[in-house]
């Protein structure tokens, strides 16, 4: 499993005029102080419950390839300010393998790593149905039975709690029994000025409407730094410049919602890092015979368990640059062996190496890798951890976190929201120390809250 070669932003573009057409529902906006830039598609899951109204509110806003130490390298002060206010994590949070952006994504919103949600990678084949998923493609991104996992926008609905999604990967499809009842389909436009703001417009529009009809659960996602570290690097001025343009995003975001002086907990994630590519595109099929072999970018999918066999014995010990095991020998702290999707045998990078199964026609434009990569295992390229701020009324004040695996924002986000979470990959030990109930509820104790998870998740973080 490695990394993808192009941002996020390129591959989603095209894909705007095909959703559009085949939105299933009503566009809203249109009402008090949404902005038309953003027009969102509204679901009809009834109105907030009673229980729902009563709680808290948290807004989720994801910066894609934001790097852990993005915000002290080039002084952001808007996200600096939101940790010291309320809690941050110097050192990273930990992405899941591969620290790509639709898995990790999806794992922030579902608890889960990536073999048990679905999402293995942003392209990849589906053995069992054959069909391939893409994040350029339309149909596949609105597929359910790509997706595993309850989302926290589902989880929401589910118990009486509307949510919008301001963007975030997965939101527009069916998961779980629900969509949120406000969300935005991905658009060539968003990475502009006015699609930027409208974002901040509509999510403090949709907390002005009456308490029976408003979300308690928002996301936000921005697209940068992302694509300026794939296009230039993570040094480049034009990242730092990109860095300085979400942080003031991040800022205008913070004084929005203090008008509506509501309790907002406002939690500011990325996805991954992002790092230096190391030399020239390691191509599989020069060192393997891949005849016979479906491939998704580095991703190997045998037919037969003697291809599959065949391809591993030829791939071992050939290359410094990667290591390579079959399907169910993957080491277990990746997380990835068992989940068919991820392909077999399994190439892992032993660095920032750009690794492919195939190369490009001669004739196809960019044929060198990009000069910033993600993708990789944090562990060993601690380049690829992601950013963590949170502050709100919920949330204690000054305290840093020492770096945690992105599962556990799961059953965090539900406590802050007052849901009851299924058994996914998190614990809300590993953050309750940064809420001011410590993560109890009435009639529990802290030793109690582990139990909507199951029982490896509560073993120390690897």
């Excluded at 085949?22 to 953003?38: D, R």
């Excluded at 990242?239 to 203090?258: C, I, P, S, W």
Aim: hydrophobic share 35%; proline share 9%.
């Amino acid at each position: 499993m490695l990394p993808a070669r192009v941002s996020i932003r390129a591959i989603v573009a095209p894909v705007l005029l095909a959703l559009a057409l085949a939105a299933p529902h009503s566009i809203a906006g249109q009402g008090t102080g949404f902005n038309p830039a953003l027009p969102l598609i509204h679901v009809d899951n009834g109105a907030n419950s009673p229980h729902a109204q009563a709680q808290h509110y948290v807004v989720l806003v994801s910066l894609d390839g934001f790097r852990w130490d993005y915000a002290k390298r080039d002084n952001a002060i808007h996200l600096l300010a939101l940790g010291k206010r309320g809690v941050w994590a110097p050192e990273g949070m930990l992405p899941s393998y591969p620290s790509l952006t639709f898995p990790n994504h999806f794992t922030i919103v579902t608890g889960l790593y990536p073999e048990h949600h679905g999402l293995v990678a942003n392209s990849f084949l589906d053995p069992a149905s054959g069909k391939r998923y893409s994040i350029g493609n339309s149909q596949a991104v609105t597929d359910s039975s790509f997706y595993s996992g309850t989302p926290l926008w589902s989880l929401a609905e589910s118990q009486g709690m509307h949510a919008a999604c301001l963007y975030w990967p997965g939101s527009e499809a069916k998961i779980a029994g629900f969509r949120p009842s406000w969300y935005a389909q991905f658009s060539k436009t968003e990475s502009t000025a006015e699609v930027q703001q409208a974002r901040i417009d509509d999510a403090v529009a949709l907390l002005r409407l009456p308490p029976d009809q408003r979300p308690h659960f928002i996301t936000i996602y921005y697209s940068e730094p992302d694509h300026e570290g794939h296009e230039f690097g993570p040094d480049a001025p034009e990242t730092r410049a990109a860095e300085r343009k979400v942080d003031g995003l991040v800022g205008k975001l913070k004084a929005a919602l203090d008008s509506t002086h509501l309790p907002i907990d406002l939690v500011v994630v990325s996805d991954h890092g992002m790092v230096h590519e190391d030399g020239d595109w390691v191509t599989l099929d020069q060192f393997a015979d891949l005849t016979g072999f479906d491939t998704a970018g580095p991703l190997l999918y045998g037919k037969t368990e003697e291809d599959r066999e065949r391809v591993y014995n030829q791939l071992k010990r050939v290359s410094a640059q990667f290591v390579v095991y079959r399907l169910k020998n993957v080491p277990a702290d990746l997380e990835i062996n068992q989940n068919p999707r991820e392909g077999d045998p399994v190439v892992i990078a032993t660095g920032p190496y750009p690794i492919r199964a195939h190369a490009l026609p001669a004739d196809s434009p960019n044929q060198s890798p990009e000069p910033g990569m993600h993708g990789f295992d944090p562990r060993k390229v601690p380049q690829m951890k992601a950013s963590f701020f949170a502050a709100g009324p919920d949330i204690v004040k000054g305290k840093t976190v020492a770096p945690f695996e992105n599962v556990n924002l799961y059953p965090w986000l539900a406590h802050l929201l007052g849901l009851t979470s299924p058994s996914n990959d998190g614990s809300l030990n590993i953050l309750a120390g940064t809420l001011r109930d410590r993560g109890e509820t009435p009639g529990t104790s802290s030793d109690d809250q582990s139990g909507n998870v199951p029982p490896q998740a509560a073993q120390p973080q690897k």
